[in-house]
């Protein structure tokens, strides 16, 4: 079956730490998504791709990375300069032409000890 | 920044009666789209609806968008504890790559 895989379901980060989030989808989807979901905010997105080896910055992409290497994969990595990382993180694909709903993958839950 | 804002924020309803939430939007879209989340877990698209439409359906699902007023109301019939989620619209707005949500109107259904 075609879908998104995010890894680690659950993800604690140490101060200072840098972690990377997965995001594996086998849809042959050009573009990928990630958005950060905080309680009573809705979704913000934080980096975009549309194609292979090129990514654009979201709304709130300060304290994050992202690298397309493949088309199958966009990792996102929550660097330590990233103040308020504990969140809920979800990623996203959808096909060409703009008129396709977005596939979601089933988050990371990414928490601060 | 947040295109679509959600009202109600909360809706407690008994099961089997209707369920409507309506979305505001600000910008010219392309279209508009509906996802329901379930606890802790990943959205799931339930419905798009173009500009250029008006409503749409699918099974217990109504979609209507008024592009004058910059709304868009979704209605779930004979609701079952089932659909207890919370509901999400997003717009795909005109000249923009990306899907912008709201905040959602969280659903719950008593059985």
């Known amino acids: 079956d075609g879908g998104i895989t995010q890894s680690p379901k659950y993800l604690f980060r140490k101060e200072g730490q840098n972690v990377t989030l997965s995001c594996e989808q086998n849809l042959n989807h050009d573009a990928m998504y990630w958005y950060r979901q905080d309680p009573g905010q809705g979704l913000r997105l934080i980096y975009y791709?549309?194609?292979?080896?090129?990514?654009q910055k979201g709304d709130i992409a300060e304290g994050y990375s992202v690298s397309r290497e493949k088309k199958e994969s966009f990792p996102l990595t929550v660097t330590s300069a990233q103040k308020n990382p504990t969140a809920f993180y979800l990623c996203?694909?959808?096909?060409?032409?703009?008129?396709?709903?977005?596939?979601f993958g089933s988050g990371t839950r990414l928490t601060v000890v | 920044s947040q295109q679509g804002e959600e009202d109600p924020q909360a809706l407690s309803i008994q099961e089997g009666e209707n369920a409507t939430m309506n979305c505001s939007y600000k910008t010219s879209i392309n279209n508009l789209q509906w996802y329901r989340q379930n606890s802790g877990r990943g959205l799931v698209h339930l419905i798009l609806i173009r500009s250029n439409e008006r409503e749409k359906h699918s099974g217990r699902l109504r979609v209507t968008l008024d592009t004058s007023k910059k709304s868009s109301s979704l209605l779930i019939t004979a609701s079952r504890a089932a659909d207890t989620a919370s509901y999400f619209c997003?717009?795909?707005?005109?000249?923009?790559?990306?899907?912008?949500f709201g905040k959602g109107t969280k659903l719950t259904v008593n059985p």
């Open positions: 996203a694909s959808t096909g060409p032409g703009g008129n396709y709903g977005y596939t």
């Open positions: 791709s549309q194609i292979v080896n090129d990514f």
């Open positions: 997003a717009t795909d707005g005109v000249g923009s790559e990306k899907l912008v």
